[in-house]
């Protein structure tokens, strides 16, 4: 079974930019689509980014299009999150989430989803 395991969130000014890693254990992210969602406090889970490893057909989110990048390092099996003109609205939980078998059109869609971590929290703020 596969386990992931977020980092890189904290705090940071508004503009500024902050690289999330999704490390997986257990199995290789051969074959799987990861895909980071957020949450913030009161509101529904978020699509935010996704990207299928084998093939490296990438998804965002319309509110994070031009400002965050995924990106994946195979050698190291951790698929990051490159957030960069950061604003106070991405304040939330970030989860990293994977699943086999995601067909392209499903990539957003959080039932995709089987394998979650437990999230990294993301502070913009003054």
């Known amino acids: 079974q596969m386990q992931l395991v977020e980092s890189g969130g904290g705090l940071v000014h508004p503009g500024g930019s902050l690289r999330l890693s999704c490390t997986a254990s257990g199995r290789t992210f051969s074959g799987y689509t990861v895909a980071w969602f957020r949450q913030a406090p009161g509101q529904e889970r978020e699509f935010v980014s996704a990207l299928r490893v084998t093939g490296g057909h990438t998804r965002y989110g319309d509110s994070v299009k031009g400002r965050f990048t995924i990106s994946r390092d195979n050698a190291k099996n951790t698929v990051y999150l490159q957030m960069d003109s950061l604003k106070p609205e991405d304040t939330a939980v970030y989860y990293c989430?994977?699943?086999?078998?995601?067909?392209?059109?499903?990539?957003?869609?959080?039932?995709?989803?089987?394998?979650w971590g437990q999230g990294t929290q993301v502070t913009v703020s003054a």
């Open positions: 989430a994977a699943a086999q078998g995601v067909i392209l059109s499903s990539m957003s869609r959080l039932l995709s989803y089987r394998e």
